[in-house]
Nanobody, 121 residues
């Protein structure tokens, strides 16, 4: 069983940056993929980025390519999402997920509680 805790959310102006962290405990975090999803008010949850167990494979939603970077530090059991050039439409609750792969939330086994990111225009 893997427990995930997100942090790093907050309020930022458009064009600014934030770095989200996903800290894991339990299970074998270093051997599983991790993803970030987000859900804005009134919208469905959507895939943002994913990283395989080693960090050698990453994938991004088209809407964040070139602006967001996912990385991991397995010795620290932590995955990061560096978000640059933030836009108003990036406002959402961001969730960390583990133990899956792909853009569908149902394919991931473990979820954190989420962290709010608010971008002011």
């Amino acid at each position: 069983q893997v427990q995930l805790v997100e942090s790093g959310g907050g309020l930022v102006q458009a064009g600014g940056s934030l770095r989200l962290s996903c800290a894991a405990s339990g299970g074998t975090f270093s051997s599983i993929a991790v993803g970030w999803f987000r859900q804005a008010p009134g919208k469905e949850r959507e895939f943002v980025a994913g990283i395989n167990w080693s960090g050698g494979i990453t994938t991004y939603a088209d809407s964040v390519k070139g602006r967001f970077t996912i990385s991991r530090h397995n010795a620290r059991n932590t995955v990061y999402l560096q978000m640059n050039s933030l836009k108003f439409e990036d406002t959402a609750v961001y969730y960390c997920a583990a133990g899956g792969w792909g853009t569908q939330g149902a394919a991931w086994g473990y979820w954190g509680q989420g962290t709010q990111v608010t971008v002011s225009s």
